[in-house]
């Protein structure tokens, strides 16, 4: 059985700094990329960022590029997001999912759905007070 945790959220000032972890069982992680997915209070799904199942190659939204950063270490089953600069429009429920979706990616398209995030954890609330 596949199970996703995220963990890390918490209530920080604007211009703070977070870092969520991600790990997931039941699964070879190494051969799964990994997506953070966000959602604010009373709005829809927003993707954040992807990563390849090797950590070559990382994607961004552009409401985060240059203030997050995804990684992951394979040996531990875990993905990171660093989150710096933080703004209270980053608030939000965040979400960690396998993604099979970077190699279109790769080709300068995200996919406007989640269809290929197949393994959801429950997320983790992050809160950014001004």
């Known amino acids: 059985q596949v199970q996703v945790v995220e963990s890390g959220g918490d209530l920080v000032q604007a211009g703070g700094s977070l870092r969520l972890s991600c790990t997931a069982s039941g699964l070879t992680f190494g051969d799964y990329a990994m997506g953070w997915v966000r959602q604010a209070p009373g709005k829809g799904l927003e993707w954040v960022s992807s990563i390849y199942s090797d950590g070559s190659n990382t994607y961004y939204a552009d409401s985060v590029k240059g203030r997050f950063t995804i990684s992951r270490d394979n040996a531990k089953n875990t993905v990171y997001l660093q989150m710096n600069s933080l703004k209270s429009e980053d608030t939000a429920l965040y979400y960690c999912?396998?993604?099979?979706?970077?190699?279109?990616?790769?080709?300068?398209?995200?996919?406007?759905?989640?269809?290929?995030?197949?393994?959801w954890g429950k997320g983790t609330l992050v809160t950014i007070s001004s």
């Open positions: 999912a396998t993604d099979r979706r970077p190699p279109l990616m790769t080709m300068g398209w995200v996919p406007p759905n989640y269809y290929g995030m197949d393994y």
